[in-house]
């Protein structure tokens, strides 16, 4: 349903990832997931190594962070974080490279058949203890995901390799480079999961990828005596695929109902390709999620690319990697275009959800002067959701609530498809996206006033 296919610009599709470089200071946001901001362990002037636990979990939808560098801790603090407002930070000034022994950093490939150890409940727990999140941007604790409520139950694991927004490229690296890792991530997902079914999502723009990862599917689940059967599914080009609902309707022809229902609701568990990558390196490698594949990309950018870099890294110290930030006026992107977040700052560090940094140059980034309406339900035939975008921005223009909510207002995905295709250049997703986040505001102080 609905959807737009903007001018893909994945300019760094073939560019091999490189090791960013270590900060001389990283700064750890303790909110980097879904539900209660972690809590701080340490204290000013503790000695860490990279993978020590820096803050626990504060609460059951939460998660814990681990260091991604050796040093001091220099201060627990606030700093400005993705949304523009400061928020409690835990900084770390660098030295060396030290790594906690426990954690496995050789090459070699561990296979599920290697460790009889491994139940579902083992590998949730090392999920669980590991921070490991949504890496698609949600970061929504994987944990939870695979330990679904008694009323729904789910028959398979779709792996989310869609990566439909325009730029960026980590998750498709990502598969060309470690194609072996994800797929033990994603036969340790339907163990935890308690599903022997598993599909991975890839839109057709990426031939190399959907042939290596259907051979090595073939070879490693789709062989006799395996328990587990692995489908790679080739997608039609159409933002926003990689949607959770619109990922599960494409490969297995449900609908997810409004919410609160989830893609489980339906028998789903869907999870990022880059989450199936951290739940191998967490499970096989005991490895804490501290560092991520991210893309650093514009057009007027000198040298854009991948890297993979150490979490609380600022986006300053990858921009210098790739030439510096270009002249002239830019907005700089935590994400894509379409979905991502403008930031206030180039000091703003790399966190569990950040799979991309974008610069966009002023002439592209500029919006038009918003028009009257002119009725021509563009936003509506976009919609993935099948929603009235018009009448949602217009009622939470106006603040009518009540409505809005009855409109399913909380079912807004905020992909942006309407605002891009409105010919009269309105304001539709930031309009929808105050009141969406309004009425959930008023949801939640319902239900609590019933308890």
């Given at each position: 349903?609905?959807?737009?296919?903007?001018?893909?610009?994945?300019?760094?599709?073939?560019?091999?990832?490189?090791?960013?470089?270590?900060?001389?200071?990283?700064?750890?946001p303790?909110?980097?997931?879904i539900?209660?901001?972690?809590?701080?362990?340490?204290?000013k002037?503790?000695?860490?190594?990279?993978?020590?636990?820096?803050?626990?979990?504060?609460?059951?939808?939460?998660?814990?962070?681990?260091?991604?560098?050796?040093g001091?801790?220099?201060?627990?603090?606030?700093?400005?974080?993705?949304?523009?407002?400061?928020?409690?930070?835990?900084?770390?000034?660098?030295?060396?490279?030290?790594?906690?022994?426990?954690?496995?950093?050789?090459?070699k490939?561990?296979?599920?058949?290697?460790?009889?150890?491994?139940?579902?409940?083992?590998i949730?727990?090392?999920?669980?203890?590991a921070?490991?999140?949504?890496?698609?941007?949600?970061?929504?604790?994987?944990?939870?995901?695979?330990?679904?409520?008694?009323?729904?139950?789910?028959?398979?694991?779709?792996?989310?390799?869609?990566?439909?927004?325009?730029?960026?490229?980590?998750d498709?690296?990502?598969?060309?480079?470690?194609?072996?890792?994800?797929?033990?991530?994603?036969?340790?997902?339907?163990?935890?999961?308690?599903?022997?079914?598993?599909y991975?999502?890839?839109?057709?723009?990426?031939?190399?990828?959907?042939?290596l990862?259907?051979?090595?599917?073939?070879?490693?689940?789709?062989?006799?005596?395996s328990?587990?059967?692995?489908?790679?599914?080739?997608?039609?080009?159409?933002?926003?695929?990689?949607?959770e609902?619109?990922?599960?309707?494409?490969?297995?022809?449900?609908?997810?109902?409004?919410?609160?229902?989830?893609?489980?609701?339906?028998?789903?568990?869907?999870?990022?390709?880059?989450?199936?990558?951290?739940?191998?390196?967490?499970?096989?490698?005991?490895?804490?999620?501290?560092?991520?594949?991210?893309?650093?990309?514009?057009?007027?950018?000198?040298?854009?690319?991948?890297?993979?870099?150490?979490?609380?890294?600022?986006?300053?110290?990858?921009?210098?990697?790739?030439?510096?930030?270009?002249?002239?006026?830019?907005?700089?992107?935590?994400?894509?275009?379409?979905?991502?977040?403008?930031?206030?700052?180039?000091?703003?560090?790399?966190c569990?959800?950040?799979?991309?940094?974008?610069?966009?140059?002023?002439?592209?980034?500029?919006?038009?002067?918003?028009?009257?309406?002119?009725?021509?339900?563009?936003?509506?035939?976009?919609?993935p959701?099948?929603?009235?975008?018009?009448?949602?921005?217009?009622?939470?223009?106006?603040?009518?609530?009540?409505?809005?909510?009855?409109?399913?207002?909380?079912?807004?995905?905020?992909?942006?498809?309407?605002?891009?295709?409105?010919?009269?250049?309105?304001?539709?997703?930031?309009?929808?996206?105050?009141?969406?986040?309004?009425?959930?505001?008023?949801?939640?102080?319902?239900?609590?006033?019933?308890?």
């Open positions: 349903m609905g959807g737009i296919h903007p001018a893909e610009n994945k300019l760094t599709h073939e560019v091999a990832t490189k090791v960013a470089a270590l900060p001389k200071q990283a700064i750890f303790l909110g980097q997931h539900g209660a901001p972690a809590k701080p362990v340490v204290q002037g503790d000695k860490v190594k990279v993978g020590t636990m820096i803050a626990e979990a504060g609460g059951f939808v939460s998660a814990p962070i681990f260091s991604s560098v050796s001091t801790v220099f201060k627990i603090d606030t700093a400005i974080d993705a949304t523009g407002y400061r928020k409690p930070v835990i900084i770390i000034n660098v030295e060396g490279d030290e790594w906690e022994e426990s954690i496995d950093r050789s090459d490939l561990e296979l599920v058949a290697a460790h009889p150890e491994l139940t579902p409940e083992e949730v727990k090392r999920v669980q203890n921070g490991v999140v949504g890496m698609g941007g949600a970061c929504f604790p994987t944990f939870i995901k695979l330990t679904p409520p008694p009323t729904a139950k789910a028959e398979c694991v779709i792996i989310n390799a869609v990566e439909c927004e325009p730029y960026i490229t980590a498709y690296r990502l598969m060309m480079e470690h194609a072996d890792e994800i797929l033990v991530g994603l036969e340790l997902l339907m163990i935890g999961a308690k599903v022997t079914k598993g991975i999502g890839i839109e057709t723009n990426k031939p190399a990828a959907i042939e990862l259907t051979k090595k599917c073939d070879e490693k689940f789709n062989i006799a005596g328990k587990f059967n692995v489908e790679v599914v080739p997608l039609k080009q159409r933002y926003p695929q990689g949607g609902k619109q990922l599960v309707d494409a490969v297995i022809n449900r609908q997810v109902p409004a919410p609160p229902a989830i893609p489980v609701n339906v028998g789903a568990i869907v999870q990022n390709v880059g989450t199936a990558f951290a739940v191998y390196e967490a499970v096989m490698k005991n490895k804490p999620l501290f560092e991520r594949y991210t893309t650093v990309t514009g057009k007027k950018l000198q040298n854009p690319g991948n890297f993979l870099v150490r979490m609380g890294t600022p986006m300053k110290d990858l921009i210098d990697a790739c030439g510096g930030m270009p002249e002239g006026d830019n907005k700089l992107l935590a994400g894509g275009p379409m979905m991502g977040k403008a930031l206030t700052s180039v000091e703003v560090p790399i569990k959800g950040t799979n991309s940094v974008t610069i966009i140059s002023d002439d592209e980034a500029r919006r038009k002067d918003a028009q009257p309406c002119i009725r021509c339900a563009k936003c509506v035939g976009v919609c959701m099948g929603l009235e975008p018009y009448l949602l921005a217009k009622l939470s223009e106006v603040k009518n609530w009540e409505r809005a909510e009855s409109e399913d207002i909380t079912s807004c995905i905020e992909c942006g498809s309407c605002q891009y295709t409105c010919p009269a250049y309105r304001p539709l997703l930031d309009n929808i996206r105050l009141g969406k986040s309004t009425v959930m505001g008023i949801i939640r102080a319902r239900a609590a006033a019933k308890k």
